[in-house]
């Protein structure tokens, strides 16, 4: 027990008449190069770190307004499935951790749809809540991939993903795996079209995601030292018996490696996203 936080500090806050909606999170210590960031400067500086550059989690909000043009999108409706499709339970319900997850993210899924146009290009673009069990891939979220693609071909646009994901959802079984297979497809039609599919992978992607529609894109953006992969780093040492290298799955050594395009600095990835859209929505 810390008594000075757990006794002492509630009773000076009580004395001198703290109030208790107060905000106590006025700052935010950065997990790379462990200097104290005040919170507000984080949050106006897209959520990186002003001194190495660490790019922390940001809310889907964030990512689209800083997509679009003018910040102008307009929500699309996920798709909607029965709760717990195969009465999953473990230590807790798989219907209660779905309203654990609802209530503390305030979303229904682990999945957001947008559209609207990025420098002037038609543009669907949907973005995933690492949040929300861990951006898991479900019934829901796989079904509103398919028709955020759907919806990219009917309307001639580009479809540009935003993955953060531990990979498919466990407490769904074989239907969550299911969701590969379709992802990939939906996307393959959109490409027959000439449409472009551009993913940029965000710390983490992983799993059953990283290993279906994530893979596909016709151009792959990761964010600075992003965690991709598909199995942890101690599993595949296990199975190869073998020191995998410094850095393995993160992002530059991925695109040293042939598997991501580009590593871009949140702050520009804008600008390449409408340079790219611009060489493959050019008619």
Known sequence: MNWIRDVVTPKIKAFIGVRSNIEENLWTKCPSCERMIYTKELEENMMVCGYCSHHFKLSIKARFDSLFDEAKHEPIQIVKVQDDPIKYKDTKK???????????????????????????????????????????????????????????????????????????????????????????????????????????????????????????????????????????????????????PEGFQRSEFLKDHGMVDIVVNRHNLNNKIKQILNYTMRK
């Open 94 to 244: 798989y219907i209660d951790r779905l309203k654990d997850a609802r209530t503390k993210t305030k979303s229904e899924e682990a999945i957001h749809i947008a559209q609207g146009t990025v420098d002037g290009y038609n543009v669907v673009a949907f973005a995933m809540d690492f949040s929300f069990m861990g951006g898991s891939m479900g019934l829901s979220v796989g079904k509103s991939i398919v028709k955020a693609a759907q919806i990219a071909a009917e309307t001639k646009s580009a479809l540009i993903a935003f993955t953060a994901s531990g990979g498919a959802r466990m407490q769904e079984g074989i239907l969550s795996l299911m969701q590969m297979p379709s992802t990939i497809a939906a996307i393959c039609d959109l490409k027959e079209q000439n449409l472009p599919f551009i993913n940029v992978i965000t710390n983490p992607t992983t799993g059953g995601v990283l290993a279906s529609f994530a893979m596909i894109g016709d151009i792959h953006i990761a964010e600075p030292n992003a965690l991709i992969g598909f199995a942890g780093v101690r599993v595949i040492e296990k199975t190869i018996k073998q020191k995998l």
